[in-house]
């Protein structure tokens, strides 16, 4: 992942992106990195959840078994990972409020098989899963 | 020589299983989005479809949207029941990677075509990849635009000659889309 610091150039009176500094960032899966509030960014290194404020530079780091996806909600409140604990791809989400970084749910896999998606409406008040069995079913819970 | 030092600050959170931790969250519904295979007509192929994105409808909370492989579908969600809305088009023949949300009953997708017809005439005018990025404007269930990216990407055909057919299969495809703040 590479931090970019805008600049302006009076000459051409147009904004110019500058290399800042590079941090490792694991992008085998795709939502590997998400935008937190307060200039902070949160990102996949390893088993490891990087929660990097870009302007003090201060990391937090997440310690989990295999991160399959990172989710950030509309409001930008809460934050949704899955994450996979087992070699029998057996998944958990772990949900967190991001002001400030703090566990508030764990899901354990139920029913319908492995958790592969999850999306929260725009209240924070609805959060719905997606599962791999059997043929994509999706839970809503509130 | 100037050397600047950054203060990193290091903090480890080891994630417990606490019994705490763990909710009762209320069960609203299950829905199943796909209920076996379709066939496109066209082609007459059978296609198992499957949920590539899904997404709220960030106007309404109650309404979401699920893409995928020959998938389109629309739910609204009223207290304990999900009622899938109407769309005016066949999904079985396209292929959608993935959607974002315009305005109020409008949703942009990407599609890949599965239509035998349509892979034709882009090989007679591409001479190149045979499954094509398009991007549907879909408002009120019904398509209301279909842009073809094929017009606005330059491909060179050079290259593509010295690949094996199968890698640029997928050289116009879009993974990603997202609409901007202010429209």
């Known amino acids: 992942m590479a931090l970019l610091k805008e600049k302006k150039v009076e000459r051409f009176k147009m904004r110019k992106l500058s290399l800042d500094q590079v941090y490792g960032c694991s992008t085998i899966h795709r939502h590997s990195i998400i935008g937190l509030p307060d200039n902070r960014v949160a990102f996949l290194a390893g088993s490891y959840l990087i929660i990097l404020d870009c302007l003090t530079n201060e990391r937090r780091y997440l310690s989990f078994s295999a991160i399959e996806y990172l989710y950030i909600s509309t409001s930008g409140l809460l934050m949704g990972i899955i994450d996979r604990f087992t070699q029998d791809s057996d998944t958990r989400i772990h949900l967190y409020s991001t002001k400030p970084i703090d566990l508030l749910f764990i899901i354990e896999p139920d029913r319908f098989g492995n958790f592969i998606g999850l999306t929260i409406n725009t209240d924070d008040t609805i959060l719905m899963i997606l599962h791999n069995e059997p043929g994509y079913m999706i839970t809503i819970r509130k | ?183």
């Not at chain 2, 959170?13 to 829905?31: G, P, R, W």
């Not at chain 2, 379709?38 to 192929?45: E, L, P, Q």
């Not at chain 2, 635009?145 to 199968?166: C, E, F, G, M, V």
């Open chain 2, 1 to 183: 020589m100037i050397v600047e030092i950054n203060l990193i600050f290091l903090e480890e959170i080891q994630t417990e299983l606490d019994e705490q931790h763990k909710f009762n969250m209320i069960d609203l519904a299950s829905v199943c989005v796909v209920h076996g295979p379709v066939v496109n007509r066209m082609t007459k192929n059978e296609i198992l479809p499957h949920v590539e994105f899904l997404s709220f409808c960030p106007y309404s909370s109650n309404l979401f949207c699920a893409t995928g492989s020959a998938l389109f579908k629309i739910y609204e969600i009223e207290n304990q029941n999900v009622n899938q809305q109407t769309i005016h088009f066949r999904a079985e023949f396209y292929g959608f990677t993935c959607h974002c949300w315009l305005n109020i009953n409008s949703i942009l997708v990407k599609k890949i075509s599965f239509n035998d017809l349509e892979i034709s005439l882009f090989f007679l005018v591409a001479k190149a990849a045979t499954e094509h990025g398009h991007i549907f404007w879909i408002q009120d269930g019904s398509i209301r635009s279909d842009i073809n990216l094929q017009d606005s990407i330059t491909i060179d055909l050079n290259l593509l000659k010295t690949r094996p057919s199968n890698d640029h299969l997928n050289q116009q495809s879009i993974t990603s889309i997202s609409s901007l703040e202010n429209g």
